[in-house]
C-alpha cells in the first residue's frame, strides 16, 4: 500500500513558515502520528523519508528525526541502514501495552483529580464536548483528535510527571486501535460515555472514583481490542 498525500495526509498542511528545524519536526511528528492513529498509514506499510518529505512540503532531516520521536513511541520500526514501516504489533504486544496502560492510568487519573486546575478541568471538558460533538457527526478524525487532548490533559495535570509521559507512551503505542478503519460507531459512543464518567469524578474530586472509572473504560477497552483481534 503506498502512501498519498490525499489518503494519508487529507487535508494537505500549508508549507511551513517557521524557519526552525525544531518546529518542522514537530510539524512532521504530529501529522504522521495522526496517519497512524486514523489508520490512513496501516501496521507493516514502509515509510519513505523521500515521499513523506514530498507529500508534506517538508525537508528530509526533520521527518527523518520526526520518525526517530516516533520509534521511541513504538509507533515506527526502524531498522538501521535498511527500513522503516509502521509498527505492527503482534496481538501478545498488544495486550502487554494495554496492560501498563491499565496498571498506569487509573493511577495518573487518581492523581491528577487531586491536583488539576481550574483551567485544565475546562479544558477536560471542553475535550468532552468534542468528544460528544464528533460522535454526533460521526466525524472519525475530530473524535480522535479530541481524544488525544483528552488523556494528554490528563497526564499533565499528573504531579508525576515520569507517571504522566509513561502513560502517554503506552497509549501512543496502541492508539491506531482506538479507532478502526471503518469506524466502530457503538464503541466510540460507548467510550464517549465512559470519558464522561471520569470527567465527572474528577469535577466532583472523587479521586478514588475517577481512577475506578479510568479502570473500567481501559478494561472495555482491552475487552474489545481482544476480540477485534480473535477475529482477525
Sequence with gaps: MNVHADTAFAPPIDAPAADSSVLLR???????????????LQPGQPLS???????LGISRTPVREALQLLAQEGLVQVIPGRAVSVAAPSV???????????????????????????E????????QSGLEAAVAAQDRAAWSRADNVYHELLSKACP????????????????????????????LA????????????????????????????IQQFRESIFRRLSHN
Design 120 to 127: 485544565q478541568l475546562r479544558s477536560l471538558w471542553d475535550a
Design 26 to 40: 514537530d510539524i512532521a511528528y504530529e501529522r504522521i502520528k495522526d496517519a497512524i492513529r486514523l489508520s490512513r
Design 92 to 118: 501478545q504486544e498488544v495486550m502487554d501495552a494495554i496492560h501498563v496502560r491499565l496498571l498506569l492510568e487509573p493511577e495518573v487519573t487518581r492523581l491528577a483529580a487531586k491536583h488539576i486546575s481550574h
Design 49 to 55: 523519508e523521500t515521499r513523506l518529505s514530498r507529500e
Design 190 to 217: 460507548n467510550c464517549t460515555v465512559e470519558h464522561r464518567r471520569v470527567v465527572q469524578m474528577i469535577a466532583e474530586h472523587d479521586s478514588d472514583g475517577a481512577g475506578q472509572a479510568m479502570r473500567e473504560h
Design 160 to 187: 508525576n510527571q515520569l507517571m504522566g509521559e509513561l502513560a502517554i507512551r503506552f497509549r501512543n503505542r496502541v492508539s491506531y486501535l482506538s479507532v478502526d478503519a471503518q469506524g466502530n460507531w457503538e464503541r
